[in-house]
T-cell receptor
């Protein structure tokens, strides 16, 4: 296992098109997170899954955004009818949650950079 | 006001200097993370701590829970340390999702 993989690394699209990003987490990790990072800013939380269940979505995630993790392994993040404001780095991270109240170390992917023209 | 604030936002130093990056937070946390991000996007976890101090090589991270403050120190800095350093907290009520600071861009000149 080589860590968290994201695909594609870069995507350039025209406004109005749909795009889909894929994240393959570390295989034994049950939690998967999506973050968005714009230039010069820290990442912002979008959504997370525990196994296949999407447990939380940020208000940043408009109706044009949808995320799935159908079998509790890889996840996809789809953006419909892209807008220029969607241009950002989309980061995926995973962790193993043991059901305790403590925090867990997240392992991040390299990110998928979206440019909407 | 952001829940996690870092200072400075940008820091330029000469090789060999002792570096300190500060992080303050305003929410209840279960842990604080220091992360490193190089150009191109990849984020690497450096430390996760909930009390006291941790050391790894030339990097030292400290946290004061009462004051809600953490520092990341780099001793004998080197140009390869140039990166963005990000402080993030796992908030107690937030399913351990991270809330990030805006990052500190560190440049070490030879």
């Amino acid at each position: 296992d080589t860590g968290v993989s994201q695909d594609p690394r870069h995507k350039i699209t025209k406004r109005g098109q749909n795009v889909t990003f894929r994240c393959d987490p570390i295989s034994e990790h049950n939690r998967l997170y999506w973050y968005r990072q714009t230039l010069g800013q820290g990442p912002e939380f979008l959504t997370y899954f525990q196994n296949e269940a999407q447990l939380e979505k940020s208000r940043l995630l408009s109706d044009r955004f949808s995320a799935e993790r159908p079998k509790g392994s890889f996840s996809t993040l789809e953006i419909q009818r892209t807008e220029q404001g969607d241009s950002a780095m989309y980061l995926c991270a995973s962790s193993f949650y043991r059901g305790n109240s403590g925090a867990n170390v997240l392992t991040f992917g390299a990110g998928s950079r979206l440019t909407v023209l | 006001k952001n829940e996690v604030e870092q200072s400075p936002q940008n820091l330029t130093a000469q090789e060999g200097e002792f570096i300190t990056i500060n992080c303050s937070y305003s929410v209840g946390i279960s842990a604080l993370h220091w992360l490193q991000q190089h150009p191109g996007g990849g984020i690497v976890s450096l430390f996760m701590l909930s009390s006291g101090k941790k050391k790894h090589g030339r990097l030292i991270a400290t946290i004061n829970i009462q004051e809600k403050h953490s520092s990341l120190h780099i001793t004998a800095s080197h140009p390869r340390d140039s990166a963005v350093y990000i402080c993030a907290v796992s908030i107690i009520q937030g399913a351990q999702k991270l809330v990030f600071g805006q990052g500190t861009r560190l440049t070490i000149n030879p």
